[in-house]
Nanobody
């Protein structure tokens, strides 16, 4: 069964830090681009960061210098280290594998999301 399971969300004060984890199963994790997205209430889902199989990274302008995406292929896990959090970072954060190969074709796979709430 293909699954992406996020963890690590919670409530934190502005200026604090959180580390999100996303554990993948059922896919060949090491060859996949992985990404983090977020969706705040009343807003569209937006890209936060991506990381390729070669560990090249890309970030939304709003999180550059504060968030770091990384991956551990041995653990089939992608991380999002979030520092200097701001109230506007409050959202549900989703893990994504946009081109996961299984069952003979590629699939866009999403996790169930984890809530991050930053208080001012």
């Amino acid at each position: 069964q293909v699954q992406l399971v996020e963890s690590g969300g919670g409530l934190v004060q502005a200026g604090g830090s959180l580390r999100l984890s996303c554990a993948a199963s059922g896919i060949i994790f090491s060859i996949n681009v992985m990404g983090w997205y977020r969706q705040a209430p009343g807003k569209q889902r937006e890209l936060v960061a991506t990381i390729t199989s070669g560990r090249s990274t890309n970030y939304a302008d709003s999180v550059k210098g504060r968030f770091t995406i990384s991956r551990d292929n041995a653990k089939n896990t992608v991380y999002l280290q979030m520092n200097n959090l701001k109230p506007e970072d409050t959202a549900v954060y989703y893990c994504n594998a946009p081109s996961a190969y299984y069952s003979g074709s590629r699939h866009d796979v999403w996790g169930q999301g984890t809530q991050v709430t930053v208080s001012s």
